[in-house]
């Protein structure tokens, strides 16, 4: 058995089980600190200006908010999903219309991580056959 593989897999399985845990967090959050706790990260992993920052920060609020609504919805048995489809479309537009295009280029490549982290996770995280 080579260590270096179960390392490899201890650490896979602890950064999954992290990401997870914050995902939670995340959903536990009121929408004014998921906004700001969004802004801080777009701030530090896309060099946002001053003025990127507050209108980004407003456009999360807005959006979070608008989320919010939409679970709620959902938790009374509603069909959202065209809602939430909506709901990042219209946001993702949003935040084009303030990033530069290299910053947006940027912001999406992180939002397609998230997505395929997301979906690892849900497929039960790291398949067999992997280095």
Do not use: C, W
């Not at 679970?71 to 993702?92: H, L």
Request: aromatic content about 4%; overall charge positive; proline content about 2%.
């Amino acid at each position: 058995m080579n260590i270096s593989k179960i390392a490899k897999g201890t650490l896979v399985a602890l950064f999954i089980t992290g990401a997870a845990m914050a995902q939670q967090q995340m959903q536990h959050r009121t929408p004014e600190e998921r906004a700001q706790r969004q802004t801080q990260m777009m701030q530090k992993k896309l060099g946002l200006t001053p003025d990127q920052t507050q209108r980004v920060h407003d456009i999360l609020l807005y959006y979070a908010g608008q989320a919010a609504n939409v679970q709620a919805d959902a938790a009374q048995g509603n069909n959202v999903k065209g809602e939430k489809k909506d709901i990042k479309r219209n946001k993702d537009a949003d935040l084009q219309a303030v990033l530069t295009g290299a910053q947006y280029q940027q912001y999406q490549q992180m939002m397609q991580q998230r997505k395929e982290q997301m979906q690892q996770r849900r497929n039960g995280g790291m398949q067999e056959g992997g280095n």
